[in-house]
């Protein structure tokens, strides 16, 4: 079951906060009333979190595995390839 953020539409009551999470299904209607004070709240858009492998990510095996080029600064304008097809310094104008 995901966990949905309110907000109070009004002023909140010193014991909710502005914001409050809860455990919904995905199928239970939106919350129109704070369970802890009562007051009228809609659901928020919140953000969500991701689990990083550390075997994924940006890495340069990884970004070569998968048909990627990187570069990295090497100063002055210049970049050095790291993995991947293409020139091994390019210049930037």
Known sequence: ?????YEHDREHCGECGERFEILQGM???????????GQPCHRVPSTFATIRNEKA???????ERHGFTQYRRAGDGYYEKT???????IKGD
Request: charged letters at 20%.
């Open 1 to 5: 079951m995901p966990i949905y953020e």
């Open 27 to 37: 199928n239970e209607p939106p919350l129109t009333r704070c369970p802890a004070c």
């Open 57 to 63: 990510g940006l890495s340069p095996r990884n970004l």
């Open 83 to 89: 993995c991947g097809k293409g020139p091994r310094v």
